[in-house]
């Protein structure tokens, strides 16, 4: 039976913890140079409604280095929704290529390319959540404190996709998760409510980042408009000012805190060029991740 990844709950805690496994022992193949190629002739589908750097570099990278092929497709290539009807792309597509990682804007097409295709499916982003992203940031926290025990995280800046899949992470892996955000920005209620109900994380929502970076183990930061808000730029910059990283606010974290970015970064809005680029930044170890987890969650939806 097939399996997709399209939010983090897609996985148990334990499938979890065996794909960090499986990453740093993929991650360790890379860096010393050996061949690990579970994917040979494995075709891999990209779908791009949204454009990525990281996305399709990390996807494509990985699925070279385990010995499959990576395709992508532009937003000039399908049209997903508009050209073409989701479920017919889901069913052609699965006549050619034995998985699919798509990139969209609308996360019901994520629900019916799953439903109908007959291959896995893999969620490289939509507006509500962003699991692959979030799958390599906790992995680069576990590799940077060696453990996940007591875990603090304070994301500040805006409840989105991002903020969302933390939140759904908060419902497999126990931590104090707070968002701190200005009103009118808040998570998706039904993913707030769905973690909150598994009941071993900790989640609140705060209006103060300084409250909230107050003995954070990590603080967490996303542009404040994503793609498709352009629109709303200016009026969130002038909403979200008070919630930039910077030193300011660093001063009121502890002096061990790792800082993080999803990227893009727009320096000097969200985070300045002291934080991000600084001694508390794992921002560019989490860059990497994403293609080392990426690979283990292919091969855990390839071969169980």
């Not at 979030?134 to 800046?157: P, W």
């Not at 989640?203 to 793609?227: C, F, G, K, N, Q």
């Not at 985070?271 to 921002?283: E, Q, Y």
Request: glycine share 6%; charged share 25%.
């Amino acid at each position: 039976m097939k399996r997709d990844f399209i939010h983090i709950t897609d996985f148990s805690t334990e499938e979890i913890n065996e794909i960090f496994e499986l990453t740093a022992k993929m991650k360790a193949y890379v860096k010393e140079g050996k061949e690990y190629m579970p994917l040979k002739g494995v075709n891999m589908a990209m779908i791009f409604a949204k454009p990525s750097a990281r996305t399709r570099i990390s996807f494509e990278t990985g699925m070279s280095q385990m010995g499959g092929h990576a395709i992508y497709l532009s937003p000039n290539d399908i049209g997903i929704g508009k050209r073409e009807a989701v479920k017919d792309i889901a069913r052609v597509i699965s006549r050619y290529d034995d998985v699919i990682m798509a990139r969209l804007f609308e996360h019901t097409h994520m629900l019916e390319m799953a439903k109908y295709a007959t291959v896995p499916v893999i969620n490289g982003l939509t507006d509500l959540n962003h699991p692959c992203q979030v799958m390599a940031d906790i992995f680069t926290v576990l590799e940077h404190r060696q453990h996940l025990n007591d875990l603090k995280v304070a994301f500040i800046g805006d409840g989105n996709n991002v903020a969302n899949s933390w939140i759904n992470l908060a419902a497999r892996l126990p931590m104090h998760f707070v968002l701190a955000s200005p009103s009118g920005y808040d998570p998706d209620e039904t993913i707030l409510n769905n973690a909150r109900n598994v009941g071993i994380s900790r989640i609140d929502i705060l209006r103060d980042p300084v409250e909230a970076v107050h003995d954070a183990d990590v603080i967490y930061t996303d542009v404040w408009a994503s793609m498709g808000q352009e629109e709303e730029a200016e009026q969130r910059r002038r909403d979200f000012m008070p919630f930039q990283i910077n030193t300011e606010l660093m001063k009121h974290a502890k002096k061990e805190s790792l800082v993080m970015h999803c990227l893009p970064a727009h320096r000097g809005d969200e985070i300045t060029d002291d934080v991000i680029d600084g001694p508390n930044s794992i921002v560019f170890d989490e860059a990497e991740n994403r293609m080392h987890v990426q690979k283990a969650i292919i091969v855990k939806l390839m071969h169980g």
